[in-house]
Protein backbone atom coordinates (compact mmCIF):
# COMPACT_ATOMS: atom_id res chain seq x y z
CA UNK A 1 0.00 0.00 0.00
CA UNK A 2 1.77 3.17 -1.01
CA UNK A 3 1.09 6.20 1.80
CA UNK A 4 1.42 10.37 0.05
CA UNK A 5 4.22 11.65 1.46
CA UNK A 6 4.73 15.40 1.57
CA UNK A 7 7.55 16.51 -0.91
CA UNK A 8 10.47 18.70 0.76
CA UNK A 9 9.59 22.29 1.23
CA UNK A 10 11.76 24.56 -1.69
CA UNK A 11 11.94 28.44 -1.87
CA UNK A 12 12.43 31.16 0.69
CA UNK A 13 9.70 29.03 2.65
CA UNK A 14 11.75 25.97 3.04
CA UNK A 15 14.49 28.52 4.33
CA UNK A 16 15.23 28.35 8.26
CA UNK A 17 13.97 30.92 10.34
CA UNK A 18 16.41 32.99 12.02
CA UNK A 19 16.03 32.74 15.95
CA UNK A 20 13.66 35.36 16.83
CA UNK A 21 15.83 36.69 19.90
CA UNK A 22 18.79 37.35 17.75
CA UNK A 23 16.35 38.87 15.25
CA UNK A 24 15.13 41.57 17.97
CA UNK A 25 18.32 42.19 18.94
CA UNK A 26 19.77 42.59 15.82
CA UNK A 27 16.76 45.05 14.31
CA UNK A 28 16.37 46.77 18.03
CA UNK A 29 20.35 47.43 18.38
CA UNK A 30 20.07 48.26 14.06
CA UNK A 31 17.53 51.37 15.46
CA UNK A 32 19.45 52.25 18.44
CA UNK A 33 22.75 52.79 16.40
CA UNK A 34 20.91 55.04 13.89
CA UNK A 35 19.30 57.07 16.71
CA UNK A 36 22.60 58.05 17.88
CA UNK A 37 23.90 58.51 14.33
CA UNK A 38 21.36 60.88 13.68
CA UNK A 39 22.11 63.13 17.36
CA UNK A 40 24.89 63.60 16.21
CA UNK A 41 24.09 65.75 12.72
CA UNK A 42 22.25 68.14 14.98
CA UNK A 43 23.43 71.59 15.81
CA UNK A 44 24.60 72.28 12.39
CA UNK A 45 21.39 74.97 12.28
CA UNK A 46 23.73 77.21 9.78
CA UNK A 47 24.69 74.46 7.29
CA UNK A 48 21.10 73.20 7.58
CA UNK A 49 19.56 76.71 5.96
CA UNK A 50 22.49 77.09 3.53
CA UNK A 51 22.22 73.50 2.18
CA UNK A 52 18.38 74.14 2.49
CA UNK A 53 18.15 76.87 0.53
CA UNK A 54 20.29 75.21 -2.13
CA UNK A 55 17.87 72.55 -2.27
CA UNK A 56 15.02 74.69 -2.88
CA UNK A 57 16.78 76.64 -5.88
CA UNK A 58 17.85 73.02 -7.40
CA UNK A 59 13.94 72.33 -7.27
CA UNK A 60 13.50 75.25 -9.10
CA UNK A 61 15.38 74.63 -11.73
CA UNK A 62 14.49 70.99 -12.57
CA UNK A 63 11.12 72.74 -12.69
CA UNK A 64 9.52 70.07 -9.85
CA UNK A 65 6.02 70.78 -9.01
CA UNK A 66 5.89 72.90 -6.02
CA UNK A 67 4.88 72.08 -2.73
CA UNK A 68 3.22 74.59 -1.75
CA UNK A 69 0.11 73.14 -4.82
CA UNK A 70 0.08 70.26 -3.16
CA UNK A 71 -0.36 72.02 0.74
CA UNK A 72 -2.53 73.81 -0.41
CA UNK A 73 -5.02 71.36 -1.61
CA UNK A 74 -4.69 70.09 2.36
CA UNK A 75 -5.07 73.09 3.70
CA UNK A 76 -9.05 72.76 2.45
CA UNK A 77 -10.06 71.40 4.78
CA UNK A 78 -9.01 70.49 8.84
CA UNK A 79 -9.87 66.96 8.81
CA UNK A 80 -7.28 66.58 5.67
CA UNK A 81 -4.62 68.12 6.79
CA UNK A 82 -5.06 66.24 10.57
CA UNK A 83 -5.36 62.70 8.50
CA UNK A 84 -1.94 63.71 6.59
CA UNK A 85 -0.40 64.16 9.86
CA UNK A 86 -1.48 61.62 11.62
CA UNK A 87 -0.46 59.28 8.87
CA UNK A 88 3.19 60.57 8.84
CA UNK A 89 3.16 60.29 12.41
CA UNK A 90 1.72 57.29 12.91
CA UNK A 91 1.97 54.91 9.65
CA UNK A 92 5.68 55.44 9.24
CA UNK A 93 7.35 52.58 12.20
CA UNK A 94 4.33 50.32 12.88
CA UNK A 95 3.67 49.31 8.76
CA UNK A 96 7.73 48.62 8.68
CA UNK A 97 7.56 46.37 11.41
CA UNK A 98 4.32 44.61 10.64
CA UNK A 99 6.07 44.14 7.22
CA UNK A 100 9.06 42.57 9.20
CA UNK A 101 6.65 40.22 11.40
CA UNK A 102 4.59 39.13 8.69
CA UNK A 103 7.70 38.38 6.57
CA UNK A 104 9.53 36.77 9.21
CA UNK A 105 6.23 34.51 10.36
CA UNK A 106 5.40 33.92 6.02
CA UNK A 107 8.60 33.96 4.24
CA UNK A 108 11.73 33.93 5.66
CA UNK A 109 14.10 34.35 2.87
CA UNK A 110 12.22 37.14 1.41
CA UNK A 111 12.46 38.31 5.37
CA UNK A 112 16.37 38.16 5.56
CA UNK A 113 16.63 40.10 2.00
CA UNK A 114 14.06 42.52 3.13
CA UNK A 115 16.27 43.43 6.45
CA UNK A 116 19.25 44.01 4.93
CA UNK A 117 18.08 46.10 2.35
CA UNK A 118 16.32 48.03 4.59
CA UNK A 119 19.49 48.01 6.88
CA UNK A 120 21.79 49.27 3.89
CA UNK A 121 19.28 51.99 3.01
CA UNK A 122 19.25 53.25 6.46
CA UNK A 123 23.07 53.08 6.39
CA UNK A 124 23.14 54.97 3.76
CA UNK A 125 20.97 57.60 5.08
CA UNK A 126 22.65 58.26 8.39
CA UNK A 127 25.69 58.78 6.19
CA UNK A 128 23.80 61.59 4.04
CA UNK A 129 22.55 62.69 7.62
CA UNK A 130 25.89 63.12 8.54
CA UNK A 131 27.56 64.95 5.97
CA UNK A 132 24.44 67.22 4.54
CA UNK A 133 22.80 68.25 7.26
CA UNK A 134 19.30 69.84 5.86
CA UNK A 135 16.48 71.80 7.00
CA UNK A 136 13.06 70.64 6.28
CA UNK A 137 11.14 73.25 3.89
CA UNK A 138 8.66 74.08 7.01
CA UNK A 139 11.19 75.69 8.71
CA UNK A 140 12.47 77.56 5.49
CA UNK A 141 10.88 80.98 5.25
CA UNK A 142 11.62 81.06 1.33
CA UNK A 143 8.65 78.24 0.93
CA UNK A 144 5.94 79.80 1.98
CA UNK A 145 5.00 76.46 3.48
CA UNK A 146 2.86 75.90 6.86
CA UNK A 147 4.15 73.36 9.44
CA UNK A 148 1.20 71.64 9.40
CA UNK A 149 2.44 69.37 12.26
CA UNK A 150 2.51 72.46 14.83
CA UNK A 151 -0.44 74.45 13.54
CA UNK A 152 -3.28 71.30 13.22
CA UNK A 153 -1.49 68.57 15.00
CA UNK A 154 0.17 65.85 15.59
CA UNK A 155 3.33 65.89 15.35
CA UNK A 156 6.78 64.23 16.54
CA UNK A 157 8.68 67.40 16.38
CA UNK A 158 9.60 70.11 18.88
CA UNK A 159 8.46 73.25 18.45
CA UNK A 160 12.07 73.91 17.24
CA UNK A 161 15.08 71.89 16.98
CA UNK A 162 17.44 73.37 19.76
CA UNK A 163 14.70 72.02 22.31
CA UNK A 164 14.60 68.48 20.36
CA UNK A 165 16.18 66.39 22.21
CA UNK A 166 14.10 63.23 20.65
CA UNK A 167 14.66 63.97 16.92
CA UNK A 168 17.33 65.60 14.34
CA UNK A 169 14.77 67.83 12.81
CA UNK A 170 18.09 68.50 10.15
CA UNK A 171 17.98 65.30 8.59
CA UNK A 172 15.65 65.61 5.92
CA UNK A 173 17.40 64.16 2.83
CA UNK A 174 17.46 61.42 2.18
CA UNK A 175 13.88 60.50 3.31
CA UNK A 176 13.43 57.45 4.87
CA UNK A 177 9.27 57.83 5.51
CA UNK A 178 9.78 57.22 1.65
CA UNK A 179 12.51 54.46 1.46
CA UNK A 180 10.72 52.17 3.93
CA UNK A 181 7.58 52.58 2.22
CA UNK A 182 8.28 52.14 -1.22
CA UNK A 183 10.42 48.82 0.14
CA UNK A 184 7.76 47.39 2.37
CA UNK A 185 5.53 47.64 -1.22
CA UNK A 186 8.40 46.07 -3.22
CA UNK A 187 8.92 43.42 -0.65
CA UNK A 188 5.32 42.52 -0.81
CA UNK A 189 5.66 42.34 -3.90
CA UNK A 190 8.25 40.36 -4.68
CA UNK A 191 7.30 37.69 -1.67
CA UNK A 192 3.45 37.30 -2.92
CA UNK A 193 1.49 36.34 -6.08
CA UNK A 194 -1.95 37.72 -5.46
CA UNK A 195 -3.24 40.07 -8.54
CA UNK A 196 -3.84 42.48 -6.23
CA UNK A 197 -0.27 43.20 -4.80
CA UNK A 198 0.44 46.14 -6.68
CA UNK A 199 -1.73 47.96 -4.80
CA UNK A 200 0.79 47.93 -2.18
CA UNK A 201 2.30 50.78 -4.29
CA UNK A 202 -0.61 53.17 -2.39
CA UNK A 203 1.75 53.18 0.33
CA UNK A 204 4.53 55.09 -0.68
CA UNK A 205 2.22 56.97 -2.80
CA UNK A 206 0.13 58.33 -0.09
CA UNK A 207 3.40 58.58 1.97
CA UNK A 208 5.19 60.75 -0.88
CA UNK A 209 2.33 62.56 -1.02
CA UNK A 210 2.33 63.48 2.77
CA UNK A 211 5.61 63.95 3.63
CA UNK A 212 5.80 66.70 0.84
CA UNK A 213 2.17 68.18 2.00
CA UNK A 214 2.72 68.74 5.26
CA UNK A 215 6.17 70.36 4.15
CA UNK A 216 8.18 67.38 5.96
CA UNK A 217 10.37 66.82 3.22
CA UNK A 218 11.07 68.70 -0.13
CA UNK A 219 10.69 66.03 -3.31
CA UNK A 220 14.46 66.28 -3.93
CA UNK A 221 14.67 64.12 -0.35
CA UNK A 222 12.12 60.87 -1.74
CA UNK A 223 14.12 61.08 -5.39
CA UNK A 224 17.39 60.74 -3.06
CA UNK A 225 15.67 57.77 -0.91
CA UNK A 226 14.21 56.29 -4.13
CA UNK A 227 18.05 56.05 -5.71
CA UNK A 228 19.35 54.40 -2.72
CA UNK A 229 16.79 52.14 -2.26
CA UNK A 230 18.01 51.44 -5.66
CA UNK A 231 20.88 50.59 -5.48
CA UNK A 232 20.27 48.56 -2.75
CA UNK A 233 18.23 46.11 -4.47
CA UNK A 234 20.87 46.24 -7.30
CA UNK A 235 23.59 44.78 -5.24
CA UNK A 236 21.07 42.52 -2.59
CA UNK A 237 19.00 40.14 -4.75
CA UNK A 238 16.00 38.74 -3.61
CA UNK A 239 15.55 34.70 -3.07
CA UNK A 240 13.62 33.22 -5.76
CA UNK A 241 9.69 32.52 -5.61
CA UNK A 242 7.91 29.61 -6.02
CA UNK A 243 4.62 28.77 -6.51
CA UNK A 244 4.19 27.06 -2.85
CA UNK A 245 5.53 29.49 -1.40
CA UNK A 246 3.44 32.23 -2.87
CA UNK A 247 0.59 30.71 -4.70
CA UNK A 248 -1.78 30.38 -1.37
CA UNK A 249 -3.14 26.47 -0.70
CA UNK A 250 -4.28 25.57 -4.23
CA UNK A 251 -0.84 26.28 -5.50
CA UNK A 252 1.08 23.76 -2.85
CA UNK A 253 -1.99 21.41 -3.36
CA UNK A 254 -0.88 21.52 -7.43
CA UNK A 255 2.90 21.12 -6.10
CA UNK A 256 2.61 18.10 -4.06
CA UNK A 257 0.40 16.21 -6.38
CA UNK A 258 3.29 16.91 -9.15
CA UNK A 259 5.69 15.66 -6.85
CA UNK A 260 3.72 12.70 -5.87
CA UNK A 261 3.22 11.93 -9.56
CA UNK A 262 7.39 12.51 -10.70
CA UNK A 263 7.90 9.95 -7.49
CA UNK A 264 5.62 7.13 -9.06
CA UNK A 265 6.62 7.52 -12.06
CA UNK A 266 10.27 7.03 -10.96
CA UNK A 267 10.57 3.37 -10.50
CA UNK A 268 8.69 2.53 -13.69
CA UNK A 269 11.13 4.24 -16.13
CA UNK A 270 13.81 1.85 -13.82
CA UNK A 271 12.11 -0.93 -14.24
CA UNK A 272 11.71 -0.90 -18.27
CA UNK A 273 15.04 0.58 -18.66
CA UNK A 274 16.33 -2.70 -16.91
CA UNK A 275 14.92 -4.87 -19.70
CA UNK A 276 15.40 -3.28 -22.78
CA UNK A 277 18.89 -4.27 -23.09
CA UNK A 278 18.38 -8.10 -22.66
CA UNK A 279 15.38 -8.44 -25.40
CA UNK A 280 13.34 -10.03 -22.79
CA UNK A 281 10.66 -8.67 -20.28
CA UNK A 282 11.99 -7.46 -17.44
CA UNK A 283 12.01 -10.44 -14.42
CA UNK A 284 11.51 -13.34 -16.56
CA UNK A 285 13.80 -16.26 -15.86
CA UNK A 286 16.27 -17.65 -18.28
CA UNK A 287 17.63 -20.92 -18.56
CA UNK A 288 21.04 -22.10 -17.44
CA UNK A 289 23.55 -21.63 -19.67
CA UNK A 290 24.51 -25.32 -21.19
CA UNK A 291 27.93 -26.11 -20.95
CA UNK A 292 29.60 -26.58 -24.35
CA UNK A 293 26.46 -26.07 -25.83
CA UNK A 294 27.33 -24.68 -29.94
CA UNK A 295 30.71 -26.46 -29.70
Known amino acids: MELPTEPAQKGSAAKPRPPLVREVLLVAGLFLVYKLGRQLATGHTAEAFANAHRVWDAERFLHLPGEGSLQSALLHGDTLVHLANTYYATVHFPATAAFLVWLYLRRPGHYVWARRVLAAITAAALVVHLTFPLAPPRMLAATGLVDTGQVYGPTVYGASPETDSLSNQFAAMPSLH ?66 ADTGGPAARERELEQEQERDRKQPQAQGSGGGSGGGSAAGTPQPPELVGAGR
Open 178 to 243: FGWALMVAIGLIAATRSRWRWLWLLHPLVTLLVIAGTANHYWLDALVAGALLGIALAVLRPPRRTA
